[in-house]
């Protein structure tokens, strides 16, 4: 029940900004643009939640018209370009880490099919980015290229992208090849749920990427969901089991309930 009051007035917010963004914007920010408006063209992104036949609205009672969330297309939300040091050593780092794991040849993340939602355990937007932007091994499993995220969620609701969407980041084994990582700043989802600025902001990033990118529902997961992914893959024996505890599947069934009002058309 706590959650249907929770959604709810989310949603509306949700679909008032959504209403009054498109031309604010749409114009991506710099750099960002490069990110995200070559990967998938918005016409080619075809979620496949899309392919059940539209209502045709003129043979419906009007009583009887769906709700406006079952043809809003949610906006892109205002994203700020903080992005980390991505160069020719980096991508060659990703690049043969895809290798080992995954037995790709490249760093470039082509046509996404997962979002994994983070928490980040730390206090602050910047001491996420001074984590991520140095290309050294991670102190867990000791490799290269350093770990990192795409996107980072403060509490304030300020989103920032980190990492062109068509690269490859570090984030969660097994599914770095085909995943987008989205940080959140705090040290607990009970906190991201508390805050609504935050958790907002999140549902606006997810749900703009998961329809842009035609990523369904089920496969918006948290962290501690990996090795249920249908996608997840791993050349390396020992880490075949390996994942994180931040966003388990009681606290993602919530958040995807929330993320469930706003569909892609
Ligand atoms: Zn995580």
Same mark, same amino acid.
């Given at each position: 029940?706590?959650?249907?009051?929770?959604?709810?007035?989310?949603?509306?917010?949700?679909?008032?900004?959504?209403?009054?963004?498109?031309?604010?914007?749409?114009?991506?920010? =710099?750099?960002?643009?490069?990110?995200?408006?070559?990967?998938?063209?918005?016409?080619?992104?075809?979620?496949?939640?899309? #392919?059940?036949?539209?209502?045709?609205?003129?043979? #419906?009672?009007?009583?009887?018209?769906?709700?406006?969330?079952?043809?809003?297309?949610?906006?892109?939300?205002?994203?700020?370009?903080?992005?980390? =040091?991505?160069?020719?050593?980096?991508?060659?780092?990703?690049?043969?880490?895809?290798?080992?794991?995954? &037995?790709?040849?490249?760093?470039?993340?082509?046509?996404?099919?997962?979002?994994?939602?983070?928490?980040?355990?730390?206090?602050?937007?910047?001491?996420?980015?001074?984590?991520?932007?140095?290309?050294?091994?991670?102190?867990?499993?000791?490799?290269? =290229? &350093?770990?990192?995220?795409?996107? #980072?969620?403060?509490?304030? &609701?300020?989103?920032?992208?980190?990492?062109?969407?068509?690269?490859?980041?570090?984030?969660?084994?097994?599914?770095?090849?085909?995943?987008?990582?989205?940080?959140?700043?705090?040290?607990?989802?009970?906190?991201?749920?508390?805050?609504?600025?935050?958790?907002?902001?999140?549902?606006?990033?997810?749900?703009?990427?998961?329809?842009?990118?035609?990523?369904?529902? $089920?496969?918006?997961?948290?962290?501690?969901?990996?090795?249920?992914?249908?996608?997840?893959?791993? $050349?390396?024996? $020992?880490?075949? $089991?390996?994942?994180?505890?931040?966003?388990?599947?009681?606290?993602?069934?919530?958040?995807?309930?929330?993320?469930?009002?706003?569909?892609?058309?």
């Amino acid at each position: 029940m706590r959650l249907l009051a929770l959604a709810t007035p989310l949603l509306a917010l949700l679909l008032s900004a959504t209403a009054s963004a498109v031309p604010a914007d749409s114009a991506p920010p =710099p750099g960002a643009s490069a990110a995200t408006a070559r990967s998938a063209p918005a016409s080619a992104a075809a979620p496949r939640s899309a #392919v059940s036949p539209r209502p045709v609205l003129a043979l #419906v009672p009007r009583v009887a018209s769906p709700p406006a969330t079952e043809s809003t297309v949610p906006a892109r939300p205002t994203i700020h370009w903080s992005a980390i =040091p991505y160069g020719e050593a980096r991508r060659h780092d990703m690049a043969a880490y895809a290798r080992r794991h995954y &037995g790709l040849r490249t760093s470039a993340l082509r046509d996404p099919k997962v979002i994994v939602e983070h928490m980040a355990q730390a206090p602050s937007f910047r001491s996420v980015w001074n984590t991520f932007a140095p290309n050294v091994p991670d102190g867990e499993l000791g490799e290269l =290229p &350093g770990a990192c995220s795409h996107f #980072v969620v403060e509490r304030d &609701g300020r989103i920032h992208q980190l990492v062109s969407i068509l690269r490859m980041c570090r984030h969660t084994v097994g599914l770095n090849w085909t995943a987008i990582g989205i940080e959140h700043v705090g040290y607990g989802e009970g906190g991201v749920f508390a805050g609504r600025r935050q958790l907002r902001a999140s549902l606006r990033l997810t749900a703009w990427l998961r329809c842009r990118e035609g990523i369904v529902l $089920r496969d918006v997961i948290g962290h501690n969901e990996s090795l249920r992914s249908p996608y997840h893959r791993e $050349r390396v024996a $020992r880490l075949r $089991r390996q994942t994180h505890d931040d966003w388990p599947r009681a606290q993602m069934a919530r958040y995807r309930a929330a993320l469930a009002r706003v569909r892609c058309s």
